[in-house]
T-cell receptor
């Protein structure tokens, strides 16, 4: 069966510090991968998606970037965090259909 | 106009009752519709998907879709305290758009359900 891992589970970072969140998928090959963010009082918002190694599409211009160095690895980064980057970051995957499955999420607090 | 709208709740129902959750969407081109359950502090879990008009049943859950009215609903029969969570409605504009956009879901803000013992 397929599983998706995210880490860390929680993170507290100062404003202006860098960020790196990692997501890996097991049990499948060539998945489509997604980064979503859920901010307080707002719905889940798609940030990036990737259909393959090195292929990244951005849905919302922001202070973040994404990379896909390996088939089942998806990384979310920032060079300098803002207070507004706080939120619950979720990695998701799809394979052939539209159903998206989420990882456990990383709760980021920027202080 | 918000793309996917849900009543934020909280919706409170007694144990054993039917909980009815509603969702409307604005894009008539939407083709795929999903309900996710999210417990407090946890990630969303897919519980139902529906693609054509009518009802789809899975255990105690029934999803209903009416594309003409741009309306999706979720019924939970015999509600249990463990069903207490926030239920997210999500819509995909076109899952046939390959190139990775299958998982590009537009979410409502969710309805918080509380089932009282």
């Amino acid at each position: 069966s397929q599983t998706i891992h995210q880490w860390p589970a929680t993170l507290v970072q100062p404003v202006g510090s860098p960020l790196s969140l990692e997501c890996t998928v097991e049990g499948t090959s060539n998945p489509n991968l997604y980064w979503y963010r859920q901010a307080a009082g707002r719905g889940l918002q798609l940030l990036f998606y990737s259909v393959g190694i090195g292929q990244i599409s951005s849905e919302v211009p922001q202070n973040l970037s994404a990379s896909r160095p390996q088939d089942r690895q998806f990384i979310l980064s920032s060079k300098k965090l803002l207070l507004s980057d706080s939120g619950f970051y979720l990695c998701a995957w799809t394979r052939q259909g539209p159903e998206a499955f989420f990882g456990q999420g990383t709760r980021l607090t920027v202080v | 106009q918000k793309e996917v709208e849900q009543n934020s709740g909280p919706l409170s129902v007694p144990e054993g009752a039917i909980a009815s959750l509603n969702c409307t969407y604005s894009d008539r081109g939407s083709q795929s519709f999903f309900w996710y359950r999210q417990y407090s502090g946890k990630s969303p879990e897919l519980i139902m998907s529906i693609y054509s008009n009518g009802d789809k049943e899975d255990g105690r859950f029934t999803a209903q879709l009416n594309k003409a009215s741009q309306y999706v609903s979720l019924l939970i029969r015999d509600s249990q305290p463990s069903d207490s969570a926030t239920y997210l409605c999500a819509v995909n504009k076109g899952w046939m758009n390959y190139g990775g956009s299958q998982g590009n879901l537009i979410f409502g803000k969710g309805t918080k359900l509380s089932v009282k013992p």
